[in-house]
């Protein structure tokens, strides 16, 4: 499975920016794995923002993100977006996203990062 991550940009605080990540490919259809959205900045580890089950369709936030970004999939198109809503300096990172056969317990596929930079 190959994973693309797009919609990466600079904006300015309060602003909103969706990310987009197709799947192709691999030995698994995109209904078979969990999709999450990383994050990460120099000097932390990566962070897992939100993530939607594959077998609930229920999605997950870290509390630093609820309320402002949701979590959705398309099953027809392969596509998974991140919504990020009313954004803030400190949601600046690298944003991947990544599928997981396991529910989340388990990242298997990952895609390339994206540069989110919030500031004015």
């Known amino acids: 499975v190959q994973l693309q991550a797009s919609g990466g940009g600079l904006v300015q605080p309060g602003s909103s920016l969706t990310l987009s990540c197709t799947a192709t490919?691999?030995?698994?259809?995109?209904?078979?794995?969990?999709m999450g959205w990383f994050r990460q900045v120099p000097g932390k580890e990566r962070e897992l923002v939100a993530d939607?089950?594959?077998?609930?369709?229920?999605?997950n936030y870290v509390d630093s993100v609820k309320g402002r970004f949701t979590i959705s999939r398309d099953n027809t198109k392969n596509i998974a977006w991140l919504q990020m809503n009313n954004l803030k300096p400190e949601d600046t990172a690298i944003y991947y996203c990544a599928g997981s056969l396991l529910d989340g317990r388990r990242w298997d596929f990952w895609g390339q990062g994206t540069q989110v930079t919030v500031s004015s």
């Open positions: 490919g691999g030995d698994f259809a995109f209904t078979e794995y969990s």
């Open positions: 939607i089950s594959w077998t609930s369709g229920i999605a």
